[in-house]
């Protein structure tokens, strides 16, 4: 019994750890649902990675769409916009005018009146291209364009994608190729741009050219949403400022010296040639072409070919002569003649003689007077102009000059009128004459 007692009595003590490590057990979990919860965890974690991109690409086209569509119905509510919503490619940004060439490193460029460049906004869905306007402003940028851009069939469209490729940027080591003001606000469909110029040139990319663009980089306070073509000027070169000083001018002045003139380079040929005559100035090669033409011709020598001299005299005769006269005059004969020495008025004996019925004798007299009045010409007295009757620029035909050697840009010289017409000459003295009178582009 004793026995007996002992193993009641210590079976409590023998069940109690069992019973806790059953507890135990039963609380632990199993390798089994540890696997199970990880992969599904893993499963959770490889789906959410795999729907998030195309979750944000649907959320983000949503979002653009309703915007785009809230443009476009802002858009086509204003009545001063006049392009549609479904054609965003039919707005452009132009340049209103070319540019002035060409065109130097350090000079501001301008257009071809010398103003600042304007950019217009236009509407290109109709025939030509119609000023627009948008209802918020729009930020502009200026940048340098490849000159071979745009190419193909994109000349007059291209993609935003291709026109920033075409950006050329500075050389390395070298300052911003456009310096000045490059960023701007359009309003109202136009804009002024300020002082820009280039500081490099363009002899160092493939075309030896640049152009000058212009594109939005913001439409109100949001991004671009709605698609507006950039604005690109002509191709031109670029070159360096020193060149400045020996280019030519357009039109010449009558000071300008001699190798402002096309195919005559300073300290050429050329131009040593007509400087060792005395031949400075624009003024005196023109001087010479009008009295002597073949002499002129001999002095530059065969060097210069008759293609050469067509340019070069075209040039030349471009130049702006003013109202400033010259008068020449003696015991029996007054002349008047333009800065060129042609021949404005001739008056011999009293006599002021139309070209149509000089004689042969006539003729080699004035001519002879001519040459003398070229020969002196720094003693020739200026006068501003002549003074005739407002009645006498009223009717009349044109006389053809019959001068050999020289060539005139005016018109006729002279003028026939109605006889015993007064004519009041540069000292104010009236002179009655057999109906004529002289170019009035003179008087």
Known sequence: MAAKRFFDDSDPDQKQPNYKRMRSTSTRPSFASVIKEVVMVNFLDNVSSALEPMLRRV?????????????????????????KALEPSNVRLIFNKKLTLPIFTGSKIVDC??????????DTSGEGMVPTTLPYPIKLEIVVLDGDFPSGQNETNWSHDEFNKNIVKERTGKRPLLAGELNFTMRDGVVSVGEIEFTDNSSWIRSRRFRIGAKVVQIGNNQTTVRITEAITESFMVKDHRGELYKKHYPPALGDNVWRLE????????????????INTVQDFLKLATIDTPKLRSILGNGMSEKMWEVTYKHAKTCEQGSKLYMA???????????????????????????????????ANIQTLVKEAYANWNSLEEVDGLVNEPALLSQGE????Q???????????????????????????????????VNPNYI
Not at 59 to 83: D, F, K, M, N, Q
Not at 409 to 419: D, E, K, T, V
Request: charged fraction near 20%; hydrophobic fraction near 30%.
């Open 59 to 83: 959320v983000h086209e949503e979002v653009e769409s309703g915007l785009r569509r809230y443009s476009c119905r802002s858009i086509t509510r204003s009545p001063s916009l006049r392009i």
């Open 329 to 363: 005059s003696g015991s029996t004969y007054t002349l008047i003649l333009s800065p060129i020495c042609q021949v404005v008025r001739a008056i011999v004996d009293g006599q002021i003689y139309p070209t149509r019925d000089l004689t042969g004798i006539q003729k």
């Open 263 to 278: 195919k005559i380079g300073k300290d050429g040929t050329f131009h040593k040639k007509l400087s060792s005559k005395r």
């Open 113 to 122: 009146d010398g103003q600042n460049l304007q950019i217009l906004l236009v």
């Open 398 to 401: 044109p006389v053809v000059d």
């Open 403 to 437: 001068y050999p050697n020289v060539h005139h840009q005016q018109q006729p010289m002279l003028r026939s009128y109605q006889q015993n017409t007064i004519l009041t000459d540069a000292s104010e003295q009236l002179i009655e004459y057999n109906g004529w009178i």
